[in-house]
């Protein structure tokens, strides 16, 4: 018998309900807003908070010296905990209602804040939430389209109707790095149109001082196009032993007598980490021996026997079989012991459902609350309104306020220091897309193909291939515009082959010539164009540059379009994988979609490529030739050299 069919009961444990009491300094409505913010006068700089959560960001804008006066969100439990923290107003409101989003822009413009940050839901775009949601809609219990997808428009258009002098925007990596890029490419242009320079990047926590493995999207946007320098990286990763080694063992399961005012008794290291101390920081004198919320969930005795079994290399499919209730090969890292001496996995609003994710690194238990929001760096200070899994959830949910310091506190110099911003993104597309409509022969005709197969078959044949073979080979294959006539050809396209040196490609073609017709709807899509052989994702992607079907164009991250991104940009390590710094470097190149021009994505994405291809070559590059070279950081970097 295994252990699904086994009967492991846990005896149900809950509680305790936090409740919070409201900041001495806050205020019930926008007209009080208005008149204390009035009477406080400026000694700070002002913040608004839109989709706030349980207010990780806003604690991190606070450390780096604003007030933050307004924080506005939907979820009443989490605006508990905020309003504890925070002086000024808190809004429960659903900013995808139109009413709502008018009344916070309103107020925001009288406020006259410095900075508006925020950030969006983020379940739409992260990898977790889209499963979650596809599982659902296929169940029938939400709609196909999730509103809170759109939900950054609400941001942009308070940010636009605003005007601050600074914008901090917070999201998941797939937001920015998703196939087009289409949203971030449409924040970057509307806020460039209106005067913004704007700043991206994708910045791990534990880079910063946060000891997890998180990786978030970050935008900063500076009126009157200001400059801006991300925080550097703190050098050495900070582990889970810094941020809890110092909280007291702890049963699973545990609830203190007296509730939710029950506590553990607490003795400060000899020598306490850096992150101890930040933790342990700002705590009322009746409370610096005094650890609250270290509770969790009681542990099942066949997750007692696996936990004891486990240390932090132990993946789930190393479990002995007998006692797993989940298919190793699907949920392969479905329990995890962490390790003391390594960052944490990323806390994520799933730690509300189990704990699995986060199992102690010594102890037989998973993490307690106080563990969590250690891990993503809120100070002990901060308690969590609502029960143990509204907790969590708000926890998972948050910007870690260490890493929210860090850029909150960049942009302060920013702001102080007032030094112009590189070109934008903007003008980069604008000048590429000019150069490459006016150009005339192409280095890669087949970025203008009559058809998608075109490009595709040009690609497996002539990819790497000299130019004299590409002038030579390109009228022929220009002609053979479809999978069949190229079938029809073969005699026709072996010859080319051969003359320009490439007949060892010619099975690849044909290959995917012959799927293509047995298949050919698999050529209407970019992701099904890849099940052919030989077609890779970014053969497809190039390929889709001349698809009329599709409306914005995929970003094709590859080695000349990492070499032009880095160039310019004067960036040092890019990757190429998907959701990498790379294809955020590659999307800096484009510009989107805004109020007064249409998405040209496809002509500047093509023109990033030929560029790489004929004048920003890996050897001898052409830069005296190149559209961009007044703006590319190497060739000044190496002109002030040659000077």
């Not at 926590?205 to 999207?217: E, I, K, S, T």
């Not at 702890?250 to 290291?269: I, K, Q």
């Not at 950081?633 to 000077?643: D, G, K, L």
Request: glycine share 6%; hydrophobic share 40%.
């Amino acid at each position: 018998m295994n252990a699904s069919q086994r009967n492991y009961r846990v005896g149900l444990v809950r509680g305790p309900v936090v409740t919070i009491p409201r900041h001495p300094d806050a205020v019930d409505s926008p007209t009080k807003l208005l008149d204390w913010a009035a009477s406080r006068g400026r000694k700070r700089p002002r913040a608004a908070d839109l989709f706030c959560g349980a207010g990780g960001l806003s604690v991190g804008l606070s450390e780096a010296g604003y007030d933050v006066v307004l924080g506005v969100d939907n979820d009443r439990v989490a605006l508990e905990t905020y309003a504890g923290l925070h002086p000024g107003l808190v809004l429960c409101r659903d900013l995808s209602e139109r009413e709502a989003l008018d009344e916070v822009a309103d107020l925001i413009c009288k406020l006259d804040v410095e900075i508006v940050a925020g950030g969006p839901p983020c379940q739409p775009f992260s990898r977790a939430g889209k499963s979650k949601i596809r599982s659902l809609v296929q169940a029938g219990i939400r709609p196909e389209h999730d509103n809170r997808r759109d939900l950054w428009r609400a941001f942009l258009e308070v940010v636009l109707r605003a005007r601050p002098r600074a914008v901090l925007l917070e999201n998941v990596p797939d937001m920015a790095v998703t196939s087009d890029t289409a949203i971030v490419r449409t924040l970057v242009s509307e806020l460039e149109a209106e005067g913004y320079a704007v700043h991206t990047a994708l910045l791990r926590a534990c880079d910063h001082g946060v000891p997890q493995l998180r990786n978030r999207f970050f935008l900063v946007a500076l009126a009157k196009g200001i400059g801006f320098e991300w925080p550097d990286a703190s050098g050495a990763l900070a582990t889970v032993k810094d941020a809890i080694i110092d909280l007291p063992p702890v049963e699973g399961g545990w609830r203190p007598v007296a509730g939710a005012d029950g506590f553990l008794p607490y003795e400060t290291p000899v020598e306490p980490s850096a992150l101890v101390r930040r933790a342990r920081d700002g705590l009322d004198a009746e409370d610096e021996h005094r650890i609250y919320d270290h509770i969790t969930r009681p542990v099942r005795d066949d997750d007692r026997v696996i936990f004891e079994s486990m240390d932090s290399t132990t993946r789930y499919s190393d479990v002995d079989e007998s006692l797993r209730r989940y298919r190793a090969d699907i949920f392969d890292d479905k329990y995890k012991r962490l390790d003391w001496d390594k960052p944490s996995r990323s806390i994520t609003a799933h730690i509300a459902r189990d704990g699995y994710w986060y199992i102690h690194p010594d102890q037989t238990r998973t993490l307690t609350v106080r563990e969590a929001a250690r891990l993503q760096t809120f100070p002990d200070r901060v308690r969590f309104a609502g029960p143990p899994s509204a907790a969590f959830r708000h926890i998972g949910n948050a910007v870690p306020p260490l890493l929210a310091e860090q850029v909150a506190s960049s942009i302060r110099e920013a702001l102080r220091r007032s030094e112009p911003a590189r070109a934008s993104s903007t003008y980069l597309s604008g000048c590429i897309t000019a150069w490459f409509e006016h150009k005339g022969d192409l280095g890669l005709p087949w970025l203008e193909a009559p058809t998608v197969w075109s490009a595709l078959q040009a690609q497996l044949l002539l990819r790497g291939a000299r130019s004299d073979a590409v002038k030579t080979a390109w009228p022929t294959l220009e002609k053979l515009d479809s999978p069949e006539r190229t079938i029809e050809s073969v005699d026709e396209l072996r010859d080319l082959a051969l003359l320009i040196g490439r007949a060892r490609r010619v099975p690849q073609v044909l290959g995917a010539a012959r799927w293509y017709v047995e298949n050919p709807s698999d050529l209407d899509t970019i992701k099904t164009r890849t099940r052919a052989p030989r077609v890779t994702p970014q053969v497809a992607a190039i390929a889709a540059l001349v698809d009329p079907v599709i409306e914005s164009a995929p970003v094709v991250v590859n080695q000349g379009s990492l070499r032009v991104a880095s160039r310019v940009l004067g960036l040092q390590v890019l990757q190429q994988r998907p959701g990498s710094d790379g294809r955020l470097a590659v999307t800096r190149l484009l510009a989107g979609p805004s109020a007064g021009r249409p998405d040209d994505s496809r002509t500047s994405m093509a023109a990033v490529l030929e560029l790489a291809a004929t004048l920003c070559k890996a050897r001898d590059p052409l830069c005296s030739e190149c559209p961009l070279n007044s703006k590319c950081a190497w060739y000044s970097s190496r002109s002030a050299q040659v000077q």
